[in-house]
T-cell receptor, first 116, second 113 residues
Framework: DSGVTQTPKHLITATGQRVTLRCSPR?????VYWYQQSLDQGLQFLIQ???????AKGNILERFSAQQFPDLHSELNLSSLELGDSALYFC???????????????FGPGTRLTVT | AQSVTQLDSHVSVSEGTPVLLRCNYS??????LFWYVQHPNKGLQLLLK??????LVKGINGFEAEFKKSETSFHLTKPSAHMSDAAEYFC???????????FGKGTKLSVKP
């Protein structure tokens, strides 16, 4: 158990809908990262937050957004869903720092999103 | 730009024989490199990391990896495979100053009895 929790574990929804995925980082970790794992694209970095502020963006679509709350949990919002958004979405956390740097990332169990 | 290439999409070994999973990296600066493992229907677990200290890095469950700058490689090895090692393994490099990770496409390890 990494100490990172994600809810829900599974999500099935229809095209055009909006969903919210939730992540709670390990105790003491200030950085949260979101990743998408799909069969065709593999594991891709989406976005990172540090202590409530957006720090880095990867291949995140404009239909997707995220935020990190004062209690450090994070939510990933996916809207106008398409079939191609079906994937496993992981959250990871690390200690992080204001200046950045490399810290071990600990991954949650993931949320499997199926868009029908 | 940073990237990693995992040279084999699938490796099959017999239980008790050595494991070698190959990874080459490309980085415009001194990289941090990791190996993660993903068991079926599970999340990702960190096996080991290299962050410019010792070039031979020991990880969990008997795995180790050697950083070779001249060959831009970071291969993962284990002397003796166990059935429980069957999983997908990802070679990973840090992609930016904030530490986001860039994953290879993964190597699926099968272990035969």
């Amino acid at each position: 158990d990494s100490g990172v929790t994600q809810t829900p574990k599974h999500l099935i929804t229809a095209t055009g809908q909006r969903v919210t995925l939730r992540c709670s980082p390990r105790s003491g970790d200030l950085s949260v990262y979101w990743y998408q794992q799909s069969l065709d694209q593999g594991l891709q970095f989406l976005i990172q937050y540090y202590n409530g502020e957006e720090r880095a963006k990867g291949n995140i679509l404009e239909r997707f957004s995220a935020q990190q709350f004062p209690d450090l949990h994070s939510e990933l919002n996916l809207s106008s869903l398409e079939l191609g958004d079906s994937a496993l979405y992981f959250c990871a956390s690390s200690v992080g720092s204001r200046a950045g740097g490399t810290y071990e990332q600990y991954f949650g169990p993931g949320t499997r999103l199926t868009v029908t | 730009a940073q990237s990693v290439t995992q040279l084999d999409s699938h490796v099959s070994v017999s239980e008790g024989t050595p494991v070698l999973l190959r990874c080459n990296y490309s980085s415009s600066y001194s990289p941090s490199l990791f190996w993660y493992v993903q068991h079926p229907n599970k999340g990702l677990q960190l096996l080991l990391k290299y962050t410019s200290a010792a070039t031979l890095v020991k990880g969990i469950n008997g795995f180790e990896a050697e950083f070779k700058k001249s060959e831009t490689s970071f291969h993962l090895t284990k002397p003796s495979a166990h059935m429980s090692d069957a999983a997908e393994y990802f070679c990973v490099v840090t992609g930016g100053s904030q530490g986001n990770l860039i994953f290879g496409k993964g190597t699926k390890l099968s272990v035969k009895p």
